[in-house]
C-alpha cells in the first residue's frame, strides 16, 4: 500500500502562514531596533509615558481588539490622564472634570470629545491581547481643514499624524477614517491621543479591528 499523498492545500496554506508569521516577526524587530536606537540618541519624544500612572475608567484595561469611547479616558486628573487647556467641562456631561465632553453629533446617544485644542490629550490604559496587526478606526471631524491626531502606544508613534476630516458643522455626524496594518504588541500599555497644532477636534471613538488574515501569534512576543 502506497502511503498517503499530503493535501497540497494545507501544504500551501501551511506555507502562506509561515511566511506571513515570518513577515510579522520581521517587523516586530524592525521596530525593536527602531526604539532601542532611538532611545539611545534621545532624540525623540516619549509621547507623553507617565511617571505617575492613571487607572482605567471602567477599572480594567480596555481591550484591544474593541472600541474605546473618546470620553472614557483614564481617571487621574490633569497631567495624569489628560491635559486640557481650560477649565471645566465647556460641553457639560458625563464627566466633572476639565476635559469638554458634548453630546454626540452621531446620535447615537453617547457623548464626544469636543473643543479638542492643540496639544490636549487623553490617555488610556488598554490590555493588547495579542501581537498582530490591526485596523485601526477612529471616528472624528473638525469644521476647519489641516487638523491632525496623533495616537502613541507606551510612547511610540503607531499611525503618524492621522488627518481629521472636514465636517459642515459641530452637530452633524461625524466621519470614520481607517488606518490599516498597524503593529500592536501585547500586553497592557497606555494609549495617548493628542491633538496636532491646530485647534478644535471632535471624537466620538477609537476602535482597533484585527487585520483580516493576519492574526498570528509571533512565538515569543506576545508576552
Not at 60 to 89: F, K, Q
Not at 193 to 222: C, E, K, S, Y
Request: charged letters at 15%.
Amino acid at each position: 500500500m502506497q502511503p498517503a499523498r499530503p493535501c497540497r492545500g494545507r501544504v500551501v496554506h501551511g506555507i502562506l502562514l509561515s511566511a506571513l508569521a515570518l513577515v510579522l516577526s520581521f517587523a516586530v524587530a524592525a521596530q525593536d531596533r527602531h526604539v532601542t536606537a532611538a532611545g539611545a540618541e534621545g532624540a525623540p519624544s516619549t509621547g507623553g509615558l507617565r511617571a505617575t500612572a492613571g487607572t482605567p475608567y471602567s477599572g480594567t484595561p480596555a481591550p484591544i481588539p474593541g472600541r474605546i469611547e473618546a470620553e472614557n479616558y483614564d481617571r487621574g486628573g490633569e497631567g495624569v490622564a489628560y491635559h486640557d487647556l481650560s477649565e471645566g467641562n465647556a460641553g457639560g456631561h458625563y464627566r466633572t472634570d476639565n476635559v469638554d465632553i458634548k453630546i454626540s453629533p452621531d446620535g447615537d446617544g453617547g457623548y464626544a470629545i469636543g473643543w479638542f485644542q492643540a496639544g490636549e490629550w487623553l490617555e488610556y490604559t488598554v490590555n493588547v491581547t495579542l501581537t498582530a496587526l490591526y485596523d485601526l478606526r477612529l471616528r472624528l471631524g473638525s469644521i476647519y481643514p489641516d487638523r491632525t491626531l496623533v495616537l502613541t502606544l507606551n510612547g511610540t508613534n503607531i499611525a503618524g499624524a492621522v488627518a481629521v476630516p472636514v465636517v459642515a458643522a459641530w452637530d452633524t455626524p461625524l466621519v470614520t477614517v481607517t488606518v490599516s496594518n498597524v503593529l500592536l504588541r501585547a500586553g497592557t500599555q497606555v494609549l495617548r491621543v493628542t491633538v496636532g497644532p491646530q485647534d478644535w477636534v471632535d471624537l466620538n471613538w477609537i476602535d482597533f479591528r484585527a487585520h483580516v488574515g493576519t492574526m498570528i501569534r509571533i512565538a515569543g512576543r506576545d508576552q
